[in-house]
């Protein structure tokens, strides 16, 4: 349990710059999420809080500590990493055991022959066999400590190197892309039982992932990175209703934003040549719009976008109706309804081969030309009041 | 009912194509390696000598007299000494050079030419030079020998110095070959493993080494001793050039125990009977290394 700041880390592979001046605090027990496309360096950020790799330049603190000179095992963290990592040629309970009889045997009771001559060892080891049970039992894996990995399922093998990770009780748990081995019943199962691990154990995770999902549905925080600098950072809520650009909105939300270039005629936003009921901010020149933010509407409503229906998903509780927008560029645009919004709409003949789309200003995103967002005055006095 | 009638229909056919395909690969295993055996098998049975008109056929008595033939048993005593050195030494060497050079970024592929130019060479024409290098009074060794304060060391004619001498040269020939095969294994152990290990607290070169290098380079190590011991077991080259068994026997070994009888003696049918226990020796050798090792090393 321990907080983890970092400062200005930098790391280049070569002539690549893969992290450009990373700053991040991490709560002690905080739950965060480091997400973002492949390449954008999450994992090289994980891997240097571990101490796998070294920063060129920054520093790092875990629990006050400054951890840059020690090594992975002297910073107090666990990880557990995608491949699983489990070593082969060991049974699930030696597995588990190995990073503590790393701590708690001497160099000589570690080595083969020599280790023979200790009788403390015998000893040491039944309390290490004994932590061991009790991790496995908690993961509902003791039934398997006599396997070898190879015998056991990709979602076993996980619980496996989570074991490993617990046994220590470690500071803080880094997990890269621990759940994108798994088939996706298993991975939406090993969402909720890791979020219950860290409500349990009440350390720090520090989870990466390139599933927006995953990053939305467990945490306490995101850290969307791109490109080897931290986009935004916020709870998922602000990242998905108040995206700071274009790209944090485009990364987050299934299905995608659909994004339309804008120009502003009286006061109001024009796109796909319709004039919006939407005031338009200065500078703006994308409109972003999630599924949720349209709804079908009659026939020449004013303010609502025409548009081609191009198919109908039916997802049970909800339909997707991807459309394309009656511009040059035909737009694709999807719009998200509930099964009882599509019944009406469906029964009032809204939904004819063409369709108008009426956007919710509310939820409506303005951006300028470089992806920034444009909030109206009023909002951001609201927020920075907050602030 | 309609498919099994079907599938039954297609299974002739498609047996004889199966043995069609295998048939070209069958002959050839069956001519290059069936029938020669069979060939010697008799042959060791028989009196047969090169160019000799008559032959008789003996029965076991080639194998008895192998066994009571002093030269025979020493060359087998020889043989297996001369194992007994080349074997610890070329796999453990050969480790402990992949070990230093995989971590080798640019000067890596130049350790491995050098450590394998050996492996390239013409041994018997290697031998000579280590004739040379060993010389007792010519040699360049001679200056470390007496430096060391040990006089002039006859390595290839003291008879308690021949076997690990030519052992020595053996190991020589082999390191790099036995590097390369290690550096493989070494390649083909996943990183992950080692940072988990440097997170478990296992990032030492001792620990590292005992609980993931040496576990997982387990399946190339069991490859590596029996091929050692298979070409430790055929040594010849250096024997022929260096000592021709020499001094007083001290280096008779199989290979050219058997070399002498056929081709210099010409007793075919007694050499032909020296070659099967010489299989026989490496057959059970390399079964009992795998036995042995195989369900110790391969986890899956």
């Known amino acids: ?387 | 009912m309609s498919t099994a009638i079907a599938l039954a229909a297609t299974r002739e056919p498609l047996l004889r194509a199966g043995h069609a395909f295998a048939a070209p690969a069958a002959l050839l295993l069956f001519l290059i390696y069936i029938v020669p055996v069979g060939v010697l098998a008799w042959l060791s049975l028989t009196d047969y000598e090169l160019g000799a008109v008559r032959t008789e056929f003996l029965g076991l008595a080639n194998f008895e007299r192998a066994l009571a033939d002093p030269v025979f048993r020493r060359s087998i005593v020889n043989t297996f000494a001369y194992v007994a050195i080349v074997l610890p030494g070329g796999v453990g060497l050969g480790l402990l050079a992949a070990l230093l050079v995989h971590r080798r970024i640019r000067t890596r592929s130049l350790y491995e030419v050098i450590y394998f130019l050996p492996v390239t060479s013409t041994l018997i024409a290697m031998a000579t030079v280590w004739q040379f290098l060993l010389h007792p009074r010519l040699g360049p060794v001679r200056e470390i020998t007496l430096g060391l304060g040990l006089g002039e060391v006859a390595f290839l004619s003291d008879p308690t110095l021949v076997l690990p001498s030519l052992a020595a040269i053996g190991i020589w020939q082999l390191v790099g070959f036995n590097m390369i095969l290690f550096l493989a294994g070494l390649s083909a152990i996943p990183r992950d493993l080692y940072e988990a290990a440097a997170l478990d607290g296992a990032g030492g070169p001792v620990d590292r080494f005992l609980r993931v290098t040496w576990p997982l380079l387990g399946p190339t190590t069991m490859f590596v001793t029996i091929t050692t011991s298979i070409t430790a077991f055929k040594v010849f080259d250096t024997v022929a050039v260096l000592t021709q068994g020499g001094p007083t026997g001290a280096s008779e070994v199989l290979l050219y125990a058997i070399y002498l009888e056929g081709f210099q003696y010409f007793r075919i049918g007694y050499a032909a009977a020296l070659t099967l226990i010489f299989l026989a020796f490496i057959l059970v050798f390399s079964v009992m290394q795998a036995a042995a090792l195989d369900r110790r090393v391969h986890y899956g």
């Open chain 1, 1 to 387: 349990m321990a907080a983890i700041t970092l400062e200005g880390i930098v790391k280049s592979f070569g002539s690549t710059e893969v992290l450009r001046d990373i700053s991040l605090a991490i709560g002690h027990g905080e739950f965060i999420t480091l997400v973002g496309p492949s390449g954008c360096g999450k994992s090289t950020l994980l891997r240097i809080i571990a101490g796998l790799e070294r920063q060129d330049r920054g520093s790092i603190a875990i629990g006050g500590r400054r951890v840059d000179a020690l090594k992975p095992a002297e910073r107090g963290v666990a990880m557990v990493f995608q491949s699983y990592a489990l070593y082969p040629h060991m049974s699930v309970a030696r597995n588990i055991a190995n990073p503590l009889e790393m701590q708690r045997l001497t160099f000589a009771e570690r080595l083969p022959l020599l280790r023979l001559l200790s009788p403390r060892r015998r000893r040491v080891m039944r309390e290490i066999m004994r932590d061991v049970g009790t991790v496995a039992a908690a993961l509902q894996i003791d039934h398997l400590l006599p396997r070898k990995p190879a015998q056991l399922s990709g979602g076993q093998r996980q619980r496996v190197a989570l074991g490993r990770a617990m046994v220590r009780r470690p500071d803080a748990f880094l997990m890269d892309e621990p759940l994108s081995n798994l088939d996706a019943r298993l991975r939406v199962h090993m969402r909720g039982e890791l979020a219950e691990l860290h409500r349990r154990l009440g350390a720090t995770f520090v989870f990466v992932t390139h599933d927006q999902t995953e990053a939305m549905t467990m945490s306490d925080r995101v850290a969307l990175m791109l490109d080897g600098r931290i986009e935004q950072l916020g709870t998922p809520a602000a990242l998905y209703d108040t995206p700071d650009t274009l790209a944090v909105a485009q990364f987050i939300g299934s299905p995608p934003i659909a994004v339309l270039p804008v120009t502003a005629e009286g006061g109001l936003v024009v796109a796909a040549g319709t004039r919006l009921r939407l005031s338009a901010l200065a500078g703006a020149a994308m409109l972003g719009l999630r599924a949720e933010a349209l709804a079908p509407v009659r026939k020449g409503t004013p303010g609502a976008l025409p548009a081609m229906l191009a198919r109908s998903e039916n997802l049970g509780a909800e339909w997707l109706l991807h459309a394309t927008l009656g511009d040059a560029a035909a737009t694709p645009v999807v719009c998200r309804l509930t099964a009882e919004a599509h019944a009406t709409a469906r029964a009032d003949g809204l939904l004819g081969e063409r369709l108008w789309l009426m956007p919710d200003a509310s939820r409506a995103h303005l951006f300028d030309a470089s992806g920034r967002r444009l909030v109206p005055e009023a909002q951001r006095a609201a927020v920075e009041a907050v602030a």
